[in-house]
């Protein structure tokens, strides 16, 4: 059986964007008989708007989805911090005091989501005393596990490349986990077996395979589908004023008409789906 989710994290409303993510792996699941779960990925503190997740539900039923939802992320730390101490005693995670700006200065490479960390903190004596954040060692990491693949329903096999994004954080210094750590984790509990989200995240699919052969996971398929894309070309956000569902449903917008128009790939004048 198929199970698919949405996981959407509650610091700003749901755009158009989400709503394509949302109906194409509702509609994934349903009609194979499988399961739409929704799973509200609330571990980013401050951040974190909690009365967003009432709004999320309320998009997805003005939409016409039907799903399960799954423990959200903020009743999940003592899983996360079990995992990340296994990879500790393992020796694939080393302490890092770096800021954004100390990483910025120092980075040479740049992958898909901006510098790839350099590996200053890599073998130096860090002082435990102050909060530091834990990175992984993907070169460790990739000696331990070998070649590992992964398969994308669009994009087809693929091999995992973790270098890519490099020793990226999986226990933040203010916050619980990382996104990386905690969604492959949910996943697993989950019984995620078809990832379905944006092709913005498609790179982060490396660090995930990559941890769910440290960490003795299932291993699922994903499905990155093609982002909706506003007439500069640019990826919807609200900072960028792309209208909320919530302003949309609120102003008696017909939500299963918008949800039957994704379906027919019929978009407001300007958006369009990313190509390949
Ligand atoms: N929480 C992530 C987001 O809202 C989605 C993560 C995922 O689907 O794996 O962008």
């Known amino acids: 059986m198929i199970v698919t989710r949405f996981a959407p994290s509650p610091n700003g409303s749901l755009h158009l964007g989400h709503a394509v993510s949302a109906v194409i792996a509702h509609d994934l699941a349903k009609n194979t008989g499988g399961r739409f ?3 509200i990925e609330d571990i980013d503190g401050a951040r974190s708007r909690p009365e967003l997740a009432d709004e999320f539900r309320a998009d997805l039923r003005w939409l016409g989805l039907e799903w399960g939802e799954v423990a959200a992320q903020s009743s999940r730390l003592a899983a996360y911090d079990a995992a990340a101490e296994h990879l500790k005693s393992a020796g694939l995670l080393y302490p890092c005091q770096c800021t954004r700006a100390d990483i910025k200065a120092a980075a040479t490479q740049f992958g898909p989501e901006g510098p790839v960390y350099p590996g200053t903190c890599k073998g130096a004596d860090i002082d435990l005393s102050a909060p530091v954040a834990w990175r992984i060692d993907v070169d460790a990491a990739v000696k331990r596990t070998g070649d590992l693949e992964w398969v994308d329903q669009l994009a087809g096999a693929q091999n995992a490349q973790p270098q890519e994004l ?5 226990m933040r210094k203010d916050a619980p986990a990382s996104y990386h750590l905690a969604a492959t984790i949910d996943d697993a509990a989950d019984g995620v077996s078809l990832v379905t989200r944006g092709r913005d995240l498609f790179a982060a699919t490396h660090i995930h395979r990559l941890l769910q052969a440290l960490l003795d996971l299932p291993v699922p398929q994903w499905h990155h589908h093609h982002l909706l894309l506003d007439e500069d070309g640019r990826k ?6 792309s209208p909320s569902l919530a ?7 017909d939500g299963a008409k918008i949800a039957s128009d994704i379906r027919l790939g019929c978009f407001p004048i300007g958006m369009s789906l990313q190509e390949d």
């Open 37 to 39: 779960l929704l799973r």
């Open 166 to 170: 490099g020793d990226v954080v999986l």
């Open 236 to 241: 919807l956000a609200k900072r960028r004023n």
């Open 247 to 253: 302003d949309m449903r609120e102003s008696g917008a």
